[in-house]
Structure formats: structure tokens, C-alpha cells
């Protein structure tokens, strides 16, 4: 960047990045996997923000089953232990936050653990949802909704909801309107 430029991060320069730096400056929009932002750093440049969103998404879709269980199971529960501790990640705070998570009823943080809890047991990885738009009642019903679902379906959903968080995330980070 010049030194007259925006301290504002761009495409032009995010796509000058040398890999590592490009890795730093975006392993937090999958969480908990810089390995997502690493390879799509080789799809640069990027012509717009939905580019780049494509890129990491692509790397998601061709990572194996393993890895995208890993993905998956490095998201926290909504309103869990980590909320509780505050060992959530700044985006993941801010996120539930939003959906008003923070501030449950001792009843309706009751009924989410317990949510959480049965909806694991089921699936065997941490109910996902992007929850930009939602309120609390509105991810309750979605998660009772989705215990009825089989685990390939899940699966599918979950990653559908994990591209959904990265876009918003992605759009936040370089000051564009997030539309859901």
C-alpha cells in the first residue's frame, strides 16, 4: 500500500500477499482453519469479495470427509461451555451476540444445552447454523427441526451453514452490506 492509500485491506492487496500473510490475515473466517484460507491463497487474484468466498468454499468442498468433520467440529455450541468460559473467538462472540444468545433466560439456556447435548448425541459434531438474522427462538426451532434430519444430511447442512458464515464474515471484513 501507499502510504495516501486506506489502511482498509483490499482485494489488490490481499492478492499480493505472500502465502503466509494471506493465511494470517484470513485462517479466522473458517473457524479454528487456516488451512481453508492457505489453499485458496493459489486462486488469486480475486475479481470481488464472492471470488474469494468461491475460492475458500472450493477448498472446503475438495477437503476429504475427515477434514471436513474437523471443520465442522471446531465450531462451538451455540451459548455452550466456550460462551460460558468466554473462550470464544471474537467473530463467534460477536455472532452470538447478535442473535441475542448472551442474554437467554436461565430456562432458555437450559433448553439450548440441552438442545446442544441431544443434537451431538444424534450427529456426533456441534449443531451449525449462521445465525446473522436470527433470534434465539428462531435457532431453537431450527435445531429441534434439524435433530430430525440423518447425519449425511447434517453433514451437507452444516457446511452449507459454514459457507454461509464465512461469506457474511468475508463481507463484514471488507465493508460490504451482507446480505443473507
Known amino acids: ?14 492478492s499480493d500477499m505472500p ?27 480475486y475479481a470481488d469479495v464472492a471470488a474469494l468466498h468461491a475460492a475458500m468454499v472450493a477448498a472446503v468442498d475438495a477437503a476429504g470427509p475427515q477434514r471436513q468433520l474437523a471443520l465442522i ?10 460462551a460460558a468460559r468466554g473462550t470464544l473467538t471474537q467473530n463467534s462472540t460477536q455472532e452470538q451476540r447478535g442473535a441475542g444468545l448472551d442474554q437467554c433466560s436461565a430456562e432458555e439456556l437450559q433448553r439450548l444445552r440441552g438442545l446442544n447435548a441431544a443434537y ?53 471484513r471488507f465493508g460490504q452490506e451482507a446480505a443473507q
Open 1 to 14: 500500500m501507499t502510504p495516501t492509500a486506506s489502511p482498509t485491506l483490499t482485494l489488490d492487496d490481499l
Open 19 to 45: 502465502q503466509a500473510e494471506f493465511t494470517a490475515c484470513l485462517g479466522d473466517i473458517f473457524e479454528h482453519s487456516p488451512w481453508i484460507a492457505e489453499q485458496a491463497w493459489q486462486a488469486r487474484p
Open 73 to 82: 467440529a471446531a465450531h462451538p455450541e451455540l451459548a455452550g461451555k466456550e
Open 120 to 172: 451431538r448425541e444424534r450427529h456426533g459434531f456441534p449443531f451449525v447454523i449462521a445465525v446473522k438474522g436470527l433470534d434465539r427462538y428462531q435457532i431453537m426451532a431450527a435445531m429441534e427441526a434439524r435433530l430430525q434430519h440423518d447425519r449425511d444430511t447434517e453433514l451437507r447442512t452444516c457446511l452449507r451453514e459454514i459457507g454461509k458464515i464465512a461469506r457474511l464474515r468475508l463481507q463484514a
